[in-house]
Nanobody, 116 residues
Framework: QAQLVESGGGSVQAGGSLRLSCAAS????????MAWYRQAPGKERELVAE???????NYADFVLGRLTISRDTAKNTVWLQMNSLKPDDTAVYYC??????????WGQGTQVTVSS
C-alpha cells in the first residue's frame, strides 16, 4: 500500500532548527517528485520546497535559504532541514509524492510550532 509517513515536527524557539523526515513506501518514491507543503491555521496549503527524481530543487520565496530539501533513494526518504525558524513558520507540514498520471500522494502531516 502506498503511503508517506512524516516525522520530526515539534516545538522550538525562534532561531532554532528542526529536521523533518518523510518515509515513503518503495512504490511511490522512485521516479516521483517529492515535496513539502505547509498549512497554517486559517491559511491555504502552500508549497515549501520540492525535489525531482533527478535532484532538481525548487523553493518558495519565503524560504530565503533557511530550508533545505534532500532525498535518498536508497532509503526512500526525503528530508526538510529547517534552520533559523520564525514564528511565521508555524504550520502543519505535509509530504507529497507526485508523478503525473501515475499518482499523487500525501502524508498525514507533522506539526511545527515556533515560539517567539
Amino acid at each position: 500500500q502506498a503511503q508517506l509517513v512524516e516525522s520530526g515536527g515539534g516545538s522550538v524557539q525562534a532561531g532554532g532548527s528542526l529536521r523533518l523526515s518523510c518515509a515513503a513506501s518503495r512504490t511511490i518514491f522512485s521516479g516521483y517528485t517529492m515535496a513539502w507543503y505547509r498549512q497554517a491555521p486559517g491559511k491555504e496549503r502552500e508549497l515549501v520546497a520540492e525535489i525531482s527524481s533527478f535532484g532538481r530543487t525548487n523553493y518558495a520565496d519565503f524560504v530565503l535559504g533557511r530550508l533545505t530539501i534532500s532525498r535518498d533513494t536508497a532509503k526512500n526518504t526525503v528530508w526538510l532541514q529547517m534552520n533559523s525558524l520564525k514564528p511565521d513558520d508555524t504550520a502543519v507540514y505535509y509530504c507529497r509524492a507526485s508523478r503525473g498520471i501515475y499518482g499523487n500522494y500525501w502524508g498525514q502531516g507533522t506539526q511545527v510550532t515556533v515560539s517567539s
